[in-house]
């Protein structure tokens, strides 16, 4: 076990750790400051100390957790021996689930004796669609133009953010209405997500369904005041340890202030500078009123990560006017491409040559390389994996919630279960078949999958079923073997079976087997995992018909996840361990992830996705949070002053996390040939205007 004392070099953070002197702490500072570790001594302590009870560890996503999990593994520790790590979402459901005799006493449900049947964020949207489309077909919603499960995706999320703000869900519509300045006609669009929301709320009362928004609400109106629940709580936990509450909504932090008062020990653990969730509810404003209900306030400005000269550069990216950058201090921490690109593809060819030319020095190919991106594109991705991988180089990607369609791996076990059910009655195009063969036959490509299948009805694309190969002198005998063995196996499936069972076979049986693409990868078995704890969930909340008839309850999920299912996050032991050489990730997904590397490549400083919210016409986070006042209208410039704000977080938060130097990439023309020149580039430019000012100057 690691020596983590050793590790812990400032009196702030020896006294965060101290257990007995400051038990009740609230310790803030800039990411890479030595918080967390901080905390994982002060979790040992706890851990090797007798007589001291147990421990909850709270973070406000699972991934933020893995620095605890390592700990308990070098301890020889398993998770809920004397610590618990959880989510507060996490611990909620829990909650309700094992005191739903408290909660259901409150008569709220219409069957308040049945067991609820909890929502994901895919199960949610199936229900949003049962009531929205109804409110589509009759004319309702038609001054937004959205794809169906975006616009089901913001009304949930209009729901979710009444529960973790704290106002009924039924001023949702009132509160967007208020603030919004623009054609009268858009007013009406607040009614009918109002009217959406109020029958989703009745459907799930009616029918025991506990979305997330609904389980907030009951713990914190009906288990939380619960004497018997408190006493539990209370017997459970003796200790709290709260990591990044910067990233939690306010209704998390009214429970934890609350709670402070009857624990051991408390440490609270804040990021100045932070709450890059704060489109799912994030109030760092509200965390840092937990200061005032602890013992004692600790603040760090150490920083154990980046070098002196980058949070220079921080510094004058915080304020460029008073700044005076030296042109060494441009050199030491900011590189450029060689020469100026016009295109895209230009960009992505001189990004390799960087990482070349870094892997080749001294010591190279131990450092981790980070390409950010405003958004990381499919095509994007698919062509730094290919060219990065043809390398050598070993490459992570971390995903935004989007489309489960938008996986290939998933894309294919899902058009192969439509050939496995022909009762479902869904076609697949013609093109789609032939891609999906190529994603599942090793050494198969486009043109012969076309061969394989033959010819088609041009006026009827469409396929029922994979066909009997066609044989030519074109296509290796062994390519037929292997198609003849996945069409047999689709063939003599039961359309019966479970939908999990049957994908859990088609990739045990068939498609990771050797001559076919899912051989030896990991990422491939990662996906159709999700696939099918994604099916699982969904098929827990269906109604009762639907989920005893199994053939029903597939093609319910089938059906939902071709109308463009947006994924929760799923994430698995292998997913936070892996080891990479290169991270490729939207940028908010690696501030979240708050994992240092040595070098960052900024792509697309030009775009003005480096600071600008996401067009999202039936929702706004801001005006649905606790810091706006109800009423007041949100102006041009409230969102400039957003930006600005959200720029400067953005910046301050990837400097921090960086320990060697940024690369600041732009073209001419973007992935979509249009010209960008948003403010991170200004920022830029003046950064090296005052550079040029200075030296000239001396």
């Given at each position: 076990?690691?020596?983590?004392?050793?590790?812990?070099?400032?009196?702030?953070?020896?006294?965060?750790?101290?257990?007995?002197?400051?038990?009740?702490?609230?310790?803030?500072?800039?990411?890479?400051?030595?918080?967390?570790?901080?905390?994982?001594?002060?979790?040992?302590?706890?851990?090797?100390?007798?007589?001291?009870?147990?421990?909850?560890?709270?973070?406000?996503?699972?991934?933020?957790?893995?620095?605890?999990?390592?700990?308990?593994?070098?301890?020889?520790?398993?998770?809920?021996?004397?610590?618990?790590?959880?989510?507060?979402?996490?611990?909620?459901?829990?909650?309700?689930?094992?005191?739903?005799?408290?909660?259901?006493?409150?008569?709220?449900?219409?069957?308040?004796?049945?067991?609820?049947?909890?929502?994901?964020?895919?199960?949610?949207?199936?229900?949003?669609?049962?009531?929205?489309?109804?409110?589509?077909?009759?004319?309702?919603?038609?001054?937004?133009?959205?794809?169906?499960?975006?616009?089901?995706?913001?009304?949930?999320?209009?729901?979710?953010?009444?529960?973790?703000?704290?106002?009924?869900?039924?001023?949702?519509?009132?509160?967007?209405?208020?603030?919004?300045?623009?054609?009268?006609?858009?007013?009406?669009?607040?009614?009918?997500?109002?009217?959406?929301?109020?029958?989703?709320?009745?459907?799930?009362?009616?029918?025991?369904?506990?979305?997330?928004?609904?389980?907030?609400?009951?713990?914190?109106?009906?288990?939380?005041?619960?004497?018997?629940?408190?006493?539990?709580?209370?017997?459970?936990?003796?200790?709290?340890?709260?990591?990044?509450?910067?990233?939690?909504?306010?209704?998390?932090?009214?429970?934890?202030?609350?709670?402070?008062?009857?624990?051991?020990?408390?440490?609270?653990?804040?990021?100045?500078?932070?709450?890059?969730?704060?489109?799912?509810?994030?109030?760092?404003?509200?965390?840092?009123?937990?200061?005032?209900?602890?013992?004692?306030?600790?603040?760090?400005?150490?920083?154990?990560?980046?070098?002196?000269?980058?949070?220079?550069?921080?510094?004058?990216?915080?304020?460029?006017?008073?700044?005076?950058?030296?042109?060494?201090?441009?050199?030491?921490?900011?590189g450029f491409p060689a020469k100026r690109l016009r295109f895209f593809p230009e960009l992505l060819e001189e990004l390799i040559v960087q990482i070349g030319e870094i892997r080749a020095n001294p010591g190279g190919k131990d450092k981790k390389i980070a390409i950010l991106a405003?958004?990381?594109?499919?095509?994007?991705?698919?062509?730094?994996?290919?060219?990065?991988?043809?390398?050598?180089?070993?490459?992570?990607?971390?995903?935004?919630?989007?489309?489960?369609?938008?996986?290939?791996?998933?894309?294919?076990?899902?058009?192969?279960?439509?050939?496995?059910?022909?009762?479902?009655?869904?076609?697949?195009?013609?093109?789609?078949?032939?891609?999906?063969?190529?994603?599942?036959?090793?050494?198969?490509?486009?043109?012969?999958?076309?061969?394989?299948?033959?010819?088609?009805?041009?006026?009827?694309?469409?396929?029922?079923?994979?066909?009997?190969?066609?044989?030519?002198?074109?296509?290796?005998?062994?390519?037929?073997?292997?198609?003849?063995?996945?069409?047999?196996?689709?063939?003599?499936?039961?359309?019966?079976?479970?939908?999990?069972?049957?994908?859990?076979?088609?990739?045990?049986?068939?498609?990771?087997?050797?001559?076919?693409?899912?051989?030896?990868?990991?990422?491939?078995?990662?996906?159709?995992?999700?696939?099918?704890?994604?099916?699982?969930?969904?098929?827990?909340?269906?109604?009762?018909?639907?989920?005893?008839?199994?053939?029903?309850?597939?093609?319910?999920?089938?059906?939902?996840?071709?109308?463009?299912?947006?994924?929760?996050?799923?994430?698995?032991?292998?997913?936070?361990?892996?080891?990479?050489?290169?991270?490729?990730?939207?940028?908010?997904?690696?501030?979240?992830?708050?994992?240092?590397?040595?070098?960052?490549?900024?792509?697309?400083?030009?775009?003005?996705?480096?600071?600008?919210?996401?067009?999202?016409?039936?929702?706004?986070?801001?005006?649905?949070?606790?810091?706006?006042?109800?009423?007041?209208?949100?102006?041009?410039?409230?969102?400039?002053?957003?930006?600005?704000?959200?720029?400067?977080?953005?910046?301050?938060?990837?400097?921090?996390?960086?320990?060697?130097?940024?690369?600041?990439?732009?073209?001419?023309?973007?992935?979509?040939?249009?010209?960008?020149?948003?403010?991170?580039?200004?920022?830029?430019?003046?950064?090296?205007?005052?550079?040029?000012?200075?030296?000239?100057?001396?």
């Amino acid at each position: 076990m690691k020596d983590r004392s050793a590790q812990i070099p400032t009196n702030s953070q020896q006294q965060a750790a101290d257990l007995f002197d400051h038990p009740s702490i609230f310790f803030s500072g800039p990411a890479s400051s030595g918080k967390t570790n901080a905390a994982l001594l002060r979790l040992q302590n706890i851990l090797t100390t007798a007589n001291q009870g147990s421990a909850l560890v709270l973070v406000p996503q699972r991934s933020l957790a893995e620095p605890y999990h390592l700990l308990l593994r070098e301890m020889n520790l398993s998770e809920g021996e004397r610590v618990s790590i959880q989510t507060m979402s996490s611990l909620v459901r829990r909650m309700i689930s094992l005191f739903w005799p408290v909660v259901s006493s409150h008569q709220v449900f219409k069957h308040p004796y049945e067991a609820p049947r909890f929502l994901t964020l895919e199960t949610s949207q199936y229900y949003m669609a049962q009531i929205v489309r109804p409110m589509i077909d009759q004319g309702r919603f038609n001054n937004v133009t959205l794809p169906p499960f975006r616009l089901y995706s913001q009304i949930i999320d209009n729901l979710n953010k009444s529960a973790l703000v704290g106002f009924p869900h039924t001023e949702i519509g009132q509160r967007l209405s208020s603030a919004f300045i623009g054609d009268a006609s858009r007013q009406n669009v607040f009614k009918d997500v109002q009217e959406a929301v109020n029958q989703f709320r009745d459907y799930c009362l009616a029918n025991n369904l506990v979305d997330y928004s609904l389980q907030v609400e009951l713990f914190c109106q009906f288990l939380w005041p619960n004497q018997t629940f408190q006493k539990y709580i209370s017997n459970q936990f003796a200790h709290l340890i709260y990591d990044n509450a910067e990233e939690d909504p306010p209704y998390v932090h009214d429970i934890v202030s609350q709670w402070l008062p009857g624990l051991k020990s408390a440490l609270i653990i804040h990021d100045d500078q932070a709450g890059y969730r704060s489109f799912l509810g994030a109030d760092p404003l509200s965390s840092l009123t937990l200061a005032k209900h602890c013992q004692y306030s600790l603040v760090t400005t150490a920083n154990f990560v980046s070098s002196a000269p980058l949070q220079e550069l921080r510094n004058c990216f915080q304020d460029i006017r008073s700044c005076q950058p030296s042109q060494v201090l441009i050199r030491q921490t900011i590189g450029f491409p060689a020469k100026r690109l016009r295109f895209f593809p230009e960009l992505l060819e001189e990004l390799i040559v960087q990482i070349g030319e870094i892997r080749a020095n001294p010591g190279g190919k131990d450092k981790k390389i980070a390409i950010l991106a405003p958004y990381v594109s499919d095509s994007l991705r698919f062509s730094l994996t290919h060219n990065l991988e043809s390398l050598g180089l070993k490459v992570s990607i971390q995903k935004p919630s989007s489309s489960l369609l938008q996986d290939s791996v998933i894309k294919t076990l899902v058009l192969l279960s439509k050939f496995a059910h022909p009762v479902w009655k869904m076609p697949v195009s013609f093109l789609d078949t032939a891609v999906a063969l190529t994603n599942s036959i090793a050494g198969l490509d486009l043109n012969r999958a076309h061969l394989i299948l033959g010819s088609f009805d041009q006026l009827n694309p469409y396929l029922n079923s994979l066909p009997e190969p066609v044989i030519s002198e074109r296509i290796p005998s062994e390519l037929i073997e292997r198609y003849k063995v996945l069409r047999e196996w689709l063939l003599s499936t039961d359309s019966n079976e479970p939908l999990d069972s049957f994908l859990s076979r088609l990739f045990g049986e068939v498609l990771s087997q050797p001559g076919f693409q899912f051989e030896g990868k990991v990422q491939a078995g990662t996906s159709t995992a999700v696939l099918m704890e994604s099916f699982q969930k969904f098929s827990l909340s269906l109604d009762q018909r639907l989920h005893v008839d199994q053939n029903l309850a597939s093609l319910a999920f089938i059906e939902a996840i071709d109308s463009g299912l947006i994924s929760a996050l799923y994430l698995s032991d292998w997913d936070s361990q892996i080891d990479y050489d290169i991270l490729i990730a939207p940028v908010m997904s690696y501030l979240m992830r708050n994992e240092p590397v040595d070098y960052q490549f900024w792509l697309n400083i030009g775009s003005k996705g480096w600071y600008e919210r996401l067009e999202q016409p039936l929702t706004h986070p801001i005006v649905l949070s606790r810091n706006w006042q109800e009423g007041k209208q949100w102006t041009a410039d409230d969102e400039t002053a957003y930006n600005q704000a959200n720029l400067q977080r953005t910046l301050s938060g990837l400097l921090l996390r960086c320990k060697e130097k940024v690369f600041a990439f732009t073209s001419d023309y973007n992935e979509v040939g249009v010209e960008e020149r948003g403010q991170l580039l200004t920022l830029f430019q003046n950064l090296f205007r005052k550079a040029i000012r200075s030296q000239n100057e001396r």
